[in-house]
């Protein structure tokens, strides 16, 4: 079997990685690549690193050809332009969102956060995609909400230790850190080397990320009860990467803890639990997540990190490896590659 | 009048700045530099930069010489050695210790985390050298302690908002991020552009790293009670500049924290509270600190963010500051560059 | 005396770098800003480093204003308009034009290169400002033509040789490489950190960079005679600096050419020949040109390697020592910091 | 078929390249590692990447074991150490050796750039790695000698244009960049990331590379007659990727030119040659040479620009492409991975 794809939205950084990981993709090929902004052109004049490579033209949107050549569609538009351009397909393909709109499942909340959602009917039968906790779900879905990256690198360590009820349910502070690819591959003066590079810096400091809400939801319902957290996003001067440090209440050992994670992604491929401290470089390019826990010594605190690659992990090689579920493949067919060292 | 400068230590990257900072100071002048390693070359040799601008002959330790021929010593060794030398010269010439041998002065706690103190008779005497809180005490000071770099991008935040109560003093959650150059210019696998470049990692995660009993012991005096922190330390691959990120309980309103901590730094040149978020480059290269907070609209969680060159403002920069009140100068003294931008 | 300076597109990058360097320059203070993109602002608004540094208020061009309040102008402004503007105060303001509209001397060449030239009546006085070739010249202009970043680079090694005639006119071959900021502040995708950041790439390959025509005029100058040479430049992923390398033929000794630009530079405080090979971040945020020359044993080939920053002494560095020849100050007035390090 | 791989001195970088290639490569398994420094230990403690996907444990050199457990053996030793433990096994094994040991045909060469050769005799049998010139004598080699980065990148534009007779044979000038993983993973100042991070240099300015020889040899073997060079190495602030930008006089159009290169390489799966201009990070991580050439309008000079990845087709991809022709493997097999991107 070979798996027939389209991405909708493919030259910006989440399809370009959505197309390089599907070049070494075993049972999926690139049938359909829209761009409205380079509809017409080869691919690889917009995306030259595919040069000899992939070769594919890219098209407007047409529903009716992604209908004909099309098994599933990778969405890379923006929240909202997403919603509408799924609703026009789903009927026919299998679809993975990686913009915002179907994760949120509180319509008043998607409402503050992000704009009206005009697809509200779809919204009960979207899967939030993160396979390692959504794994049966995912398998089984039309729709998956693919998770934002900063949710990725957030809820993989927490949700198994509050499944668990091994750390308190109130005052979790996030201090993540991201790589400068997560601004998207629009200009502005925050992405001119000159200004990002030797550099660093928080943004949207206070409850004003959008990623809040999504990392709420999916903490209380692994809770069972409302979470809200504290979540301060960083610039790292890097393309790719990104490690989150998150500070929990537990009055729980390290290895208690440390076990919990374990036992939770024992049959995670990507997800590993180590003893030292992980850095961005060790995931670069893979779809991997490592985490480790410490417990301070002299107080209730325990720290959590993690580390994924944005892009992949944190977008593209997760939602390969939803699709992979949802066509009954391996989980990490076509996703087992090591990081580029050094 | 010009203040004859002794540097022990003079080659490693706080040395290093030190002497770039001297070479711009209209009222001292270096007249002694000592180095182990490179004993008996010119400095330009071993510090390129410094070529055709500072050429003075490194030397070993020569307590003689230095009562002969200088005001004032700043000490770039390391903790441990530094105290041994400082006990032969602190009774002829003031001292700036750069090391972290008079800054615990708690017998106990030093040992604990460093070594046996061999000069506990100059601890007493010994004043904390962050000037925009210990000020007059640094005027009259023979022996000063200058503070970590962590320190000071901690305390300068904390310590307003703690004396005036307007924060908690327990649960105070400290994040800070590090230029490489923190790192000293010894060689390790760690500091090779190819292992530490195009990553971020944290380090010392846990209750590990020296500056945490730095921290609280300032904390705990500005507080008049015992204070601990949580505090993880990360690494940012480029060469200078710091971010420490704080989250702190608090009933006030941003405007009042705000406030609290515009009129504490009203009259210190180097220190600014602003509304935007502070980046690294805004700091590189001057003794500046940048710092803002902003509270979390739907809990009692505040979040401060401040920035310093750690090479600076962290190290020979603020040594710089103390050495100008203790003669008398004004404290901005040769250290009012803007920042190389871009 | 102080000299009242007025710049023209004070807020990119080489407007950006003389604020700095006028901030610490003793003999002259900053009285006019213009911008037509943020007049009105402050410029500590737009450049936010300069926040408790400078604060000028940005204005629209204003020939009655400058005539008032300036004694110089510097003209930050892109060609074409650059030209226009300094028209209309020439005749009360001395001008140092950072833009190469006054670098051509022939009118032909201007517009085969760059547009017509809409104040050629200007040309005759404009003076080259290669401080270190037309220091008398400069001392006695009233509008001297800032030299472009890459000609300084080339320049300032090959002159020597050629006045002495120690190098053949034909086939000198010149690989510039330059840092990113050169490309100014304006934005592309060529700047994007995600696309410009750990790469290496060359541009404008064959007879087609502008600096081309300025090199061979300058060349030519020196020889006497025509010439002409072949230019590649390239992007170094960091914010400044450049290195050119020049491949020459010589009949004499490494010891000869090396002596003959000693000789020229020695009475140049910025100009080092140095025995050693120089790097970017040895002249990093300096106004200085270190250079070397290696002769091929075995061959008829020697090796110029020369490195300055390019915002520096390759634009507002250059610019405020030709002021300082200028108003009859010490060409390095306020010019002699070290660079930052590391 | 599974080709047994064996690897000496694997946790270098070139070691560690050959470990991620051979991972996702279908048809061959390492076997045996060697590593004197790390021996007994997991390569995984040592490469920290590999965790969870490559697992061996590091033995000490053993020929025994060896000609059980491998079929082909790659030496990532230094040079020296190579070729006298290559003289152990090749009897029993086929080799590649990434060293320099058998890349020089001329002893009194070899002498003079590196030291006495332990070898002579295996020396007639080595084979030149470069795939696309020597593919046949690849595929009957027992011992090939992977040819080094800098002369993979210049090799590759220069040998068609001189077999041709389309440029001149004199006067051909190298300029070359690369990262700073082609220094290696030892420790030194040069690669301390606050040293080599933000600044560029060159270095071995003049005669002086030991690549020179290794270049010339090949050079002259394709002209049919001794060729000369000039070549200047600099290295670039980031890890992995390698610009040449070469000099040549030609009398031909570009046209001719870029056919000729065409011509020769259209049925090479790794070379391209482009019409625009090529940057390092186009080939990042891949096996990839691209290339363009430029003539200038107005002189017989050509310029001649490509880029490898230091790492792959520079070292490690080399050496997995000789494999695959060793074995009558499809020569690209295990190699066709897109780069990373951004």
Same mark, same amino acid.
């Given at each position: ?5 389209? *991405? ?14 599907? =070049?070494? =993709?075993?049972?999926? /090929? ?42 599933? &569609? ?5 929240? /909202? ?27 008043? &909340? ?18 939030? /995609? ?41 005052? *979790? ?26 550099? !660093? ?29 504290? !979540? ?31 036992? !939770? ?5 990507? &997800?590993?639990? *180590? ?68």
């Amino acid at each position: 079997m070979t798996i027939s794809v389209g *991405i909708l939205g493919a030259t910006g950084y989440t399809g370009a990685e959505l197309v390089r990981l599907l =070049h070494q =993709h075993p049972g999926a /090929g690139i049938t359909f690549c829209s761009s409205r902004q380079y509809n017409g052109k080869h691919i690889s004049e917009v995306l030259e690193f595919l040069k000899g490579s992939v070769d594919i033209v890219l098209e407007d949107f047409d529903a009716a050809a992604i209908r004909r050549r099309c098994d599933v &569609v990778f969405s890379c538009l923006p929240h /909202g332009a997403s919603m509408e351009f799924i609703a026009r397909i789903i009927d026919a393909v299998k679809v993975v969102d990686l913009s915002a709109d179907f994760r949120i499942r509180d319509l008043a &909340v998607y409402r503050e956060w992000y704009q009206e959602h005009t697809s509200p009917e779809l919204l009960p039968e979207a899967v939030y /995609g993160l396979a390692e906790v959504y794994r049966d779900e995912i398998r089984n879905a039309r729709l998956v909400a693919n998770p934002g990256c900063y949710p990725t690198s957030v809820l993989l360590p927490l949700i198994p230790l509050l499944k668990a009820g091994l750390i308190e349910k109130t005052d *979790i502070i996030v201090d993540s850190k991201s790589g400068v690819s997560g601004a998207g591959r629009g200009l502005s003066l925050k992405t001119h080397i000159c200004e990002s590079g030797e550099s !660093f810096s928080a943004y949207k400091v206070g409850r004003s990320h959008r990623h809040i809400p999504e990392i709420e939801q999916e903490l209380s319902r692994a809770a069972g009860t409302d979470i809200a957290i504290e !979540f301060t996003p960083h610039l790292i001067p890097i393309s790719r990467g990104m490690l989150s440090t998150i500070y929990v209440t537990a009055a729980a050992d390290e290895d208690v803890l440390k076990g919990c994670l374990k036992d !939770f992604y024992g049959k995670s491929p990507f &997800v590993r639990v *180590i003893d030292g401290l992980p850095a961005t470089k060790d995931v670069r390019g893979t779809n991997r997540c490592l985490m480790t826990v410490v417990k301070n010594r002299s107080s209730r605190r325990a720290t959590l990190v993690s580390v994924i690659d944005n892009l992949t992990k944190g977008a593209s090689g997760q939602a390969l490896q939803c699709m992979n579920l949802m066509f009954g493949l391996d989980e990490a067919c076509g996703l087992d590659s090591v990081p580029l060292f050094p």
